[in-house]
């Protein structure tokens, strides 16, 4: 792995390399797939057309990454390109083979590779000994980030199998039911390297989905199948953020929870299934936090608690007299169109008042004051908290 602050191998690289390699890229991802598994006596004697598939998969997916690297300090793996790897040796845990195979594959794909280029960059201009060192270089390092990861999915499986999946599993159902003593859920999570356990975001996946959430989400979440659909538990974290997850589940069917505190598990659950209710079966991911509104409007107290939290975030640090008279403000301003007038007749406080507090919700709130979600939200919130007579005394 490339040390904090050094040049990675692949910048080193000729520019010219993945404008010479890419026109013969097909061919080069046949060839190699079919010699590193021809060379590879474990992997030989497979007759299994999806084994072949994916082999074949995961030559595109390193070659393919491979050139996009050239002439950039990017790490060797992001996420969804590590994930194929991870997934590879798993597979040959699953399968009970070692992973020398794999390993040797590597070793026999990084020796193609160094030709393929070599000869690639030589059909358009002649090579010199220093280009060839840093492609060697730079191959030798990406082939062992391949390797890295091919291990890491060996050994997930390998504890999956002896045991550990016994206490991931205690974990989910501690938070699902949510009715654990604090101390035994922190103790559960402290046993399978959760030490500071924080907010969970739940996301419902079809069944068939499982094992596949269980591999690629590794160490950072939880799957639990139930009856009809699986349930995936991620720790926060730069993998639980919406991004991350859009990216990941693209084309899915996924519904996406709200990020609460542990504790609050079965409720962000619960609007994640009542908001697979309202989606349907399209394609995902589909995310809780845009139909919180839609879960209140229709009754339902848990979506009304995450959203008044979320809207009413900005305000949590002011003492409850500025705060209430903040949303008092507010509250008329939304239902006034932002007519100070209005706002001032309305709370019997003078204009300069009103034109005060606003500032203060400028800077407390800022473009989503502009933003017409934000502020249908916001008096959906609150309308519920402030279904009363707003305060008069005048002050600000």
């Excluded at 598939?53 to 990454?65: G, I, P, S």
């Excluded at 500071?196 to 591999?215: E, I, K, N, S």
């Amino acid at each position: 792995m490339t040390a904090p602050g050094s040049v990675a191998p692949w910048r080193r690289l000729p520019a010219d390399l993945a404008a010479a390699m890419r026109p013969h890229l097909p061919a080069t991802v046949a060839a190699v797939a079919v010699a590193v598994t021809e060379a590879t006596p474990a992997f030989a004697t497979i007759a299994d057309d999806k084994f072949a598939r994916d082999v074949r998969t995961a030559v595109q997916v390193a070659l393919d990454r491979f050139l996009d690297l050239v002439g950039t300090d990017e790490p060797a793996l992001p996420p969804r390109f590590r994930e194929v790897f991870v997934a590879l040796g798993a597979a040959e845990a699953r399968e009970e083979r070692g992973p020398e195979a794999l390993l040797a594959a590597l070793r026999m794909a990084a020796r193609l590779l160094l030709r393929t280029a070599s000869q690639s960059l030589a059909r358009l201009r002649p090579v010199d000994t220093e280009e060839l060192i840093d492609l060697s270089d730079a191959i030798t390092a990406y082939v062992d980030e391949l390797a890295a990861a091919s291990t890491d999915g060996f050994a997930l499986q390998l504890r999956e199998q002896a045991g550990e999946g016994d206490r991931r599993r205690q974990l989910a159902e501690l938070l699902l039911r949510g009715d654990g003593l604090p101390n035994a859920v922190e103790a559960a999570a402290a046993r399978i390297g959760w030490p500071d356990l924080d907010t969970v975001v739940p996301v419902l996946l079809p069944l068939d989905q499982a094992r596949d959430a269980r591999f690629r989400y590794g160490a950072d979440g939880l799957v639990v199948e139930r009856g009809r659909d699986a349930v995936l538990l991620l720790r926060a974290g730069p993998r639980a953020a919406r991004t991350p997850l859009t990216e990941a589940l693209a084309g899915r069917w996924a519904v996406v929870g709200p990020d609460l505190d542990w504790p609050q598990v079965p409720a962000a659950v619960r609007l994640t299934e009542l908001a697979a209710g309202l989606v349907g079966p399209e394609p995902g991911p589909v995310f809780v936090d845009d139909h919180l509104v839609a879960l209140t409007l229709r009754g339902e107290p848990g979506a009304l608690a995450v959203l008044t939290a979320r809207r009413l975030a900005p305000l949590a640090d002011l003492r409850p007299a500025q705060r209430e008279n903040l949303l008092v403000t507010l509250y008329a301003w939304l239902r006034h169109w932002g007519s100070r007038a209005e706002v001032s007749a309305e709370l019997f406080v003078h204009p300069q008042t009103v034109s005060y507090r606003l500032k203060r919700l400028r800077d407390l709130y800022g473009a989503d004051l502009d933003d017409p979600t934000a502020r249908f939200e916001l008096l959906v919130v609150l309308a519920s908290r402030l279904g009363i007579p707003p305060p008069t005394d005048g002050r600000g």
